[in-house]
């Protein structure tokens, strides 16, 4: 394939407060010598499609699928992708890759921000200042903690990369434990091995992707395991906790607190119990959040333009179907 014969289509639809335009330029800066089609309009889609070898976006409308000619790869700019036609597209023999890892940094840094808070008790120390009392209270450290982090994919793996240096014991727990990783232990989904973990847990950090191993992993059964002094923290997706014993958990005193950047339901309703709890930190679905989003995701696609005029074999980076 020419250089100068492949076409990115890019549409329109922007996200997590940042301009698709930008992403456009971050596109035009890492493949140069393709043709950058940045689409404002449904029609422009439309027309821009049926041009496309590479097409972009946050989501693909179904009512597209009639304008693919000659898609041959399409990168949605999430991890997720259940909100793709992916079987549609598969059937017409366009490959689909998703952002895993992007997000990573973010998330890691989120996660480990939790941690601090809970260990030097920071919402304390905001809450005294909102009512402007200079009253002292009695802080810890993370520092001696074990720290378990369940799923050591992008996310976790940068996580644990972060406590490197920190003083804490850190258990991995992953569905292949022989793949190794970062952590000083590593075990598998096993009950009894995962609940031993638990009962040693001080920072229970959730990083895995939702699956039906993962579906509610975290339930009354769990949190009884867990020590009193222990916090849970939830930066993946709000299904992998119950939520109904997270909150009984909570009310009795059976765990110290938790941090979530996901729940369920999602988005939290404002009468949930969730939002009155002091014990609680409770962020938007933002854990990701960065200004170098799109310039990661760039890099997505670039080497995936790379690997598609190079006609290597083999899938395209983070390829899904």
């Known amino acids: 394939m020419a250089e ?7 549409f329109r639809k922007n996200t997590e407060g940042l301009s698709i335009g930008d992403y456009v330029n971050c596109l035009e800066e890492q493949i140069p010598d393709s043709t950058i089609l940045h689409a404002a309009t449904p029609q ?5 499609l049926e041009r496309a070898t590479v097409a972009t976006g946050v989501e693909f409308p179904e009512t597209l699928l009639d304008h693919v000619n000659g898609l041959e790869l399409f990168v949605v700019a999430s991890s997720g992708f259940n909100h ?3 079987e549609e597209l598969t059937r017409e023999g366009v490959a689909v890759a998703n952002a895993s890892g992007i997000h990573a940094p973010g998330i890691a840094e989120q996660a480990l921000g939790y941690c601090l808070m809970f260990a030097r008790r920071l919402h304390w120390g905001f809450e005294r200042h909102r009512h402007k009392e200079w009253r002292h209270y009695k802080a810890d450290e993370l520092y001696g903690k074990t720290v378990t982090i369940v799923g050591l994919g992008s996310i976790g793996m940068e996580f644990a990369d972060r406590l490197e240096g920190m003083g804490v014991r850190t258990i991995g727990v992953r569905y292949t434990p022989e793949k190794g990783g970062p952590t000083d232990e590593i075990i598998g989904f096993d009950p009894e091995a995962f609940h031993d973990a638990l009962a040693q847990t001080d920072y229970l950090v959730l ?3 939702l699956t039906p191993t993962t579906d509610q992993l975290i339930g009354q059964a769990e949190l009884d395991t867990l020590p009193p002094s222990a916090y849970v923290i939830n930066v993946c997706r709000g299904r992998v906790i119950d939520t109904d014993a997270l909150v009984l958990a909570l009310q009795n005193e059976d765990i110290s607190g938790a941090a979530l950047d ?3 339901p999602e988005p939290l309703p404002c009468d949930h119990p969730l939002w009155s709890l002091r014990n609680v930190l409770i962020t938007p679905h933002m854990g990701g959040h960065t200004p170098a989003h799109w310039d990661r995701l760039a890099g997505i696609v670039a080497e995936n333009v790379e690997h598609l005029r190079s006609g290597a074999d083999g899938p395209f980076r983070n390829q899904i179907n």
């Open 4 to 10: 100068e014969d492949l076409t990115v289509a890019v």
């Open 44 to 48: 422009e889609e439309e027309r821009y």
């Open 84 to 86: 793709l036609p992916v």
């Open 207 to 209: 990083t895995s992707p």
């Open 262 to 264: 996901v729940t369920d």
